[in-house]
C-alpha cells in the first residue's frame, strides 16, 4: 500500500517536473526530448489508472510519433534557418 | 522614459494574468468539487449490450460499434491533416541524405518485419483485449518512420494512385460499410449483430493500414513529388 502511494507520488511529480522543464527549456530540442519522456511518463500513469489501451496509445502516438514529428518540424526549421542565411547576400550584412 | 512605461505596463499585465489565472483556478476547483462523487456513467449500459457488439472488449466495442461514428470522424481529421501538410509542398530536399550508418542500414531490416507482426497481432486481439487498429497504426506508422530514416524513399510506382488509394481506404471503408447497412433499412454503422464482428475486423483492418500510412507520410513532411524520384532514380 505504501510502496503504491509512493510510486504513485512519484509518477505525479515526475510528470509535473517534466512538464515544467519542457516548458521552459529555451532549446527546442531539450523541450522535444523531455515532451516524449513526459509521454513514456504519461504511459505509466494511465497503466497505474487501469487504463491500459489509453496507455498503449499515449506510449506509441503521444511519445513515439508524435516525438518523431516534432523533430523532423525541428530538423526542417533548422535547415531553413541555414538556407535563410546562407541565401542572404554579402551586402546585406552591414546592417 | 518610455521603457520606464513599458516595463510598468509588462508588470502590470502580469499581475493582471496572475490574477485572471488565479480566478480561473478557484473557478475549475470549485466545479471539480461541486461534482457528485458517484457518477452514473456509461459503463453499466455498454456492459449490458457487450453480446450484440460483436467483440469482447468494452474499448473496442465503444470505439468501432456504439460510438462508431466519431471514430469515422476521427478518421476523416487524419486524412485532413494530412491533406493540410501536402497543400504546403513537397518533400524537402532534406528527404535526399547521405547515406546512414551500418547500425541505421540492419536495425530496419531486423526491426521493420517485426513491427509488421505486432501491428497485426494489435489489430486481431483488439477485439477482446487492450490494442485496436489505432495502436496498430501507430506501430506501422513507426515502422514506416524507421525505414525514411533510414533513407528509404518510396518507389516512384507507389507514389501515385497506390499511395492515395491506402490513405484513403480506412475511411473509404467505414464509409462504405456505412452507406451500406444505410441501404439495408438499418442506421448508419449499426452493424447486424451476427456480423458485427466480421465488419468491426473489416473496417480495423482497412484503418490500421491507413493510420499506419498517414503517419508515415506525415513525417514524411510533404507531398511526395514524383518529378524529383524519377530523377533521383535515375541518376
Redesign the interface.
Known amino acids: 500500500m505504501v510502496l503504491q502511494w509512493g510510486f504513485d507520488g512519484m509518477l505525479v511529480l515526475a510528470l509535473l517536473w517534466l512538464a515544467w522543464r519542457a516548458l521552459r527549456s529555451p532549446d527546442l530540442f531539450t523541450a522535444i526530448v523531455l515532451f516524449i519522456a513526459f509521454g513514456l511518463v504519461m504511459a505509466l500513469a494511465w497503466v497505474r489508472l487501469q487504463a ?2 489509453v ?3 499515449e506510449a ?2 503521444g511519445a ?2 508524435t516525438g ?2 516534432l523533430l ?2 525541428l ?2 526549421l533548422n ?1 531553413l534557418d541555414d538556407r535563410i542565411n546562407d541565401d542572404q547576400p554579402m551586402g546585406t550584412e552591414k546592417k | 522614459m518610455r521603457a520606464a512605461d513599458h516595463s510598468w505596463l509588462s508588470l502590470a499585465s502580469r499581475w493582471v494574468l496572475l490574477l485572471l489565472l488565479s480566478a480561473l483556478a478557484v473557478g475549475l476547483g470549485y466545479a471539480v468539487l461541486c461534482l457528485s462523487s458517484q457518477a452514473p456513467g456509461l459503463g453499466e449500459r455498454v456492459a449490458e449490450n457487450i453480446e450484440t457488439s460483436g467483440v469482447s472488449n468494452p474499448v473496442t466495442a465503444v470505439l468501432l460499434n456504439f460510438r462508431g461514428y466519431d471514430t469515422l470522424l476521427e478518421m476523416g481529421v487524419l486524412l485532413v491533416a494530412l491533406l493540410g501538410v501536402w497543400s504546403l509542398g513537397s518533400i524537402p530536399e532534406q528527404c535526399e541524405s547521405p547515406p546512414p550508418g551500418p547500425v541505421l542500414n540492419m536495425l530496419p531490416r531486423l526491426l521493420v518485419p517485426v513491427l509488421i507482426l505486432v501491428a497485426g497481432y494489435l489489430l486481431w486481439v483488439g477485439a477482446y483485449a487492450p490494442g485496436g487498429a489505432f495502436q496498430a497504426g501507430s506501430v506501422l506508422g513507426a515502422a514506416g518512420v524507421l525505414l525514411l530514416l533510414a533513407g528509404w524513399c518510396p518507389d516512384v510506382r507507389l507514389v501515385g494512385l497506390p499511395l492515395r488509394i491506402v490513405l484513403a481506404a480506412g475511411l473509404g471503408m467505414f464509409f462504405t460499410v456505412g452507406m451500406v447497412l444505410i441501404l439495408v433499412g438499418r442506421q448508419l454503422l449499426e452493424y447486424p449483430p451476427a456480423l458485427a464482428g466480421t465488419l468491426i475486423l473489416l473496417i480495423e483492418a482497412a484503418a490500421t493500414l491507413s493510420i499506419g500510412i498517414t503517419l508515415a507520410a506525415l513525417f514524411l513532411g510533404g507531398r511526395p513529388d514524383k518529378e524529383r524520384l524519377r530523377r533521383r532514380f535515375s541518376h
Do not use: K, T, V
Open positions: 491500459p489501451d496507455a498503449l496509445a506509441a502516438i513515439g510519433l518523431a514529428l523532423a518540424a530538423a526542417r535547415d
